[in-house]
């Protein structure tokens, strides 16, 4: 649930948001320019996920950020990318070695491209 | 030559793991670097401090991979699986399993060219939410100083 949770951009940015300060549905709908049921369908499934609670006004109800379980999830996909971006860089390097051993061979060969 | 920001790592759906990355080659090359056992060695490694001695391909519909790896510790793994599609340089579908660890999985590996760059999607389909979210939280538990050899195999069940 955490990682489907994560998997959404709005929510994602929703996230990031939230990171800076607790915030009211209201106060959220605004810099992302969404309607408040369309936050607040956001809201409820990142707070079914663990990733956000309710503060205390009973009035403005401002979500914030549950660091724990955020910090957990984000962490592992962390680790995760960094591994396959060492793969990545690596093959990046691999990449021009051939494309550099390709034009080379054409170079020699022109009539065989 | 660096395509670091273009690396996209999602949960689109409840069973999958997808990842999208850009590639400053053209597709044939890519595709090669991705099949060949000349090549995969080479950066297919995961964390500091690993080989790939073992890279047996058998590229066509019904042949079989496999690869293992070695830490300098001398800590192993290996996986395998069967190609149930191969279609170069642009769509490979393969199964992967990595022993007695997780269950097996179902691979496709798209590649498609615009303007000489790669972008290459890779999906990995499990059978189950619950084998998806296993793969992906246990290792979340073990944290930052998970062993080489348990992330390794998180990133096999992933690659």
Redesign the interface.
Known sequence: MTFAALADPTRRAILAQLALGEASVTELAEPFSMSQPAISKHLKVLEKAGLISRGQDAQRRPRRIEAAPLAEATEWLENYRRLWEGNFQRLDALLDTMKAAQARHKKHTPKKR | ????ET?Q????T?LEIV?T?V???PRN??F??WTTPK?LP??????EGWTMPVCEIDLRTGGTWRFAWRSSDGKEMGMSGVYKEVAPPERIVSTESWGGYGPETINTLVLTEKDGKTTITNTKLFPTKESR?MA??S???E??D?SFKR?EE??ST?A
């Open positions: 030559m660096n395509n670091a690396f790592l999602t949960t689109p409840d990842m990355r590639f400053d080659a090359l890519v090669e670097a090549y080479q950066w297919m490694l995961g964390p979210d992906l939280k290792g979340m538990k944290g930052v998970a992330l998180f990133l992933l």
